[in-house]
């Protein structure tokens, strides 16, 4: 099975590092290891992180294989096209699903309300071992 798919991938013409390099061109661009928001029927279902995309054997579509982020997680793999992969909104199964990319927040970015709110926030160091006293 690997071999085929080392062979799929070796006849598209697409590795893995070329298709990080080229999908990261652009910002909004959902690569392998991002966490997403998957919605379904337009509201906030789950998250999901990409362990892989893969292409599959017809052109112009990719096999992503998501972790759901749910008790107990759960993978599934997903045959999409770029642009579901990257949030356009698509239908499975006759309902409609859209995957968000979820953007990080960095700690030095003032620019979003959650960002200045852990600015505000003084983290305390807990030390797991107990002083003896």
Same mark, same amino acid.
């Given at each position: 099975?690997?071999?085929?798919?080392?062979?799929?991938?070796?006849?598209?013409?697409?590795?893995?590092?070329?298709?990080?390099?080229?999908?990261?061109?652009?910002?909004?661009?959902?690569?392998?290891?991002?966490?997403?928001?998957?919605?379904?029927?337009?509201?906030? *279902?789950?998250?999901?992180?990409?362990?892989?995309?893969?292409?599959?054997?017809?052109?112009?579509?990719?096999?992503?294989?998501?972790?759901?982020?749910?008790?107990?997680?759960? *993978?599934?793999?997903?045959?999409?096209?770029?642009?579901?992969?990257?949030?356009?909104?698509?239908?499975?199964?006759?309902?409609?699903?859209?995957?968000?990319?979820?953007?990080?927040?960095?700690?030095?970015?003032?620019? *979003?309300?959650?960002? *200045?709110?852990?600015?505000?926030?003084?983290?305390?160091?807990?030390?797991?071992?107990?002083?003896?006293?």
């Amino acid at each position: 099975m690997n071999q085929q798919r080392e062979t799929r991938r070796r006849s598209v013409g697409v590795g893995a590092t070329q298709r990080k390099h080229a999908m990261a061109d652009k910002k909004e661009r959902t690569l392998e290891g991002d966490i997403v928001l998957i919605y379904y029927q337009d509201k906030p *279902s789950v998250y999901a992180r990409i362990e892989a995309i893969e292409p599959d054997v017809k052109k112009d579509w990719f096999q992503v294989t998501l972790l759901m982020l749910t008790m107990p997680p759960q *993978s599934t793999t997903w045959i999409l096209r770029e642009e579901y992969i990257n949030g356009t909104p698509y239908t499975m199964g006759g309902q409609p699903l859209k995957i968000e990319k979820v953007e990080k927040i960095h700690q030095g970015s003032a620019d *979003s309300e959650g960002a *200045s709110q852990i600015k505000k926030m003084s983290p305390k160091v807990v030390p797991l071992r107990r002083k003896n006293t």
